[in-house]
């Protein structure tokens, strides 16, 4: 576990934010001082369906901060949001969600399908913007937990001013339905999960009358985070090498996700061992009947171990071990006062 947790460099995340390129509040220098203001290494920008801030030459470092600009690509029903990262051409937004994803993949790029479950009929003027083309697997991720969609989602007449005045207590859990869909998936191939804010720094009026910015850049980037691990370290001299290695490590899904509300998740580690060698998040082993899962949790919490999709077991305590009976995907859950804190990727034991 030491050794694991030296080799490899660990850098938290922020992925999905909107800026003035498109229907976001701040403008890309505003949004990256907000970042530097927190203990954030890489922010991942997508303003819907546009790279200008890539062409107007906004990627790179900004202070202690990475940028890396990608879109997000939605159909002409603003339905089937989808992510696009690590891409140096514009994707015409009229063409069909299987054709962007594909056209993605095609141009080498980082895809991930946005609130793939948002379901939502309680404000008109923002309906819900499902995934709906599950015939396609041109896909590298899905976003398992949207920040914004939870907290829309949540939104009735009689919470509303609690959830306006506790922004970031109101995002809870990622939704069960969509955690389904990620273990499935992964059951078939290695589909990477992260954590988007999707933070706009839009106003909300209460009651007509006060308007307040709910979710302000500070407050999103204080809520969902995806961690990355990584052998190589952020050299901060060449930004395309840099960003090279976060997009590779979200790819191999070398990633987990936490909720900074409830602590701060930097010292996670999740490894497999035995006789072949060890696998840390995202990467497989050969099963043997030996194979342990380690976990070293940030402070003592309870984890909980889904193998296939299924609860298999759970442990409390900081150091544990898991031993496991039979192949399979396997990811871990931290939950402190019975909400998830920390989600990893899967590991393929295989
Ligand atoms: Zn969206
Ligand atoms: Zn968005």
């Known amino acids: ?33 907000i970042a530097n203001e927190l203990d954030i290494d890489f922010l991942l920008l997508s303003d819907h369906n546009t790279l200008r801030p890539k062409f107007d030459g906004l990627e790179g470092w900004y202070d202690r901060v990475l940028l890396g600009i990608g879109c ?35 141009l080498g790029g980082l895809g991930i399908i946005a609130h793939p479950n948002e379901n939502r009929d ?28 939870e ?19 109101s995002i809870v859990a990622p939704k069960t339905e969509t955690l389904e869909i990620w273990d499935a998936l992964n059951q078939k191939r290695k589909v990477v999960g992260v954590g988007g804010v999707d933070a706009h720094g839009h106003l909300h009026r209460l009651m007509g009358i006060i308007t307040i910015r709910v979710f302000r850049y500070k407050i999103s980037f204080r809520t969902i985070r995806t961690h990355i691990l990584c052998k190589e370290k952020l050299g901060k001299e060449n930004v395309r090498a840099d960003l090279r290695i976060v997009y590779k490590a979200i790819r191999e899904a070398n990633c987990f996700i936490s909720h900074q509300l409830l602590g701060d998740a ?85």
């Open 122 to 149: 309680n404000i008109a003027k923002y309906p819900p913007y499902p995934w709906t083309k599950w015939n396609t697997d041109a896909f590298d991720g899905i976003e398992i937990w949207n920040q914004m969609s």
């Open 266 to 350: 930097s010292d996670f580690m999740f490894l497999a061992e035995n006789e072949h060698g060890s696998a840390i998040i995202g990467d497989s082993l050969p099963w043997t009947k030996n194979t342990v899962l380690r976990v070293h949790n940030p402070t003592a919490a309870k984890t909980v171990l889904i193998g296939n999709g299924k609860v298999v077991d759970y442990r409390n305590g900081q150091q544990l071990e898991f031993p496991v009976t039979e192949p399979g995907v396997y990811r871990v859950e931290t939950h402190i006062k019975n909400r998830p804190w920390i989600l990893s990727n899967h590991i393929r034991l295989q």
């Open 72 to 106: 997000e690509l939605n159909d002409h029903l603003d339905q089937n949001h989808y992510l696009a990262f690590d891409i140096d051409e514009e994707i015409d937004p009229e063409i069909p969600p299987e054709e962007y994803v594909q056209k993605v993949r095609d």
């Open 151 to 169: 907290w829309m989602e949540g939104l009735t007449h009689t919470n509303k001013f609690w959830r306006v005045l506790h922004p970031r207590r």
């Open 1 to 33: 576990m030491n050794e694991a947790k030296t080799t490899y460099h660990h850098y938290s995340g922020i992925i999905h934010v909107h800026s003035t390129y498109s229907d976001g509040q701040r403008s890309v220098p505003e949004i990256m001082a």
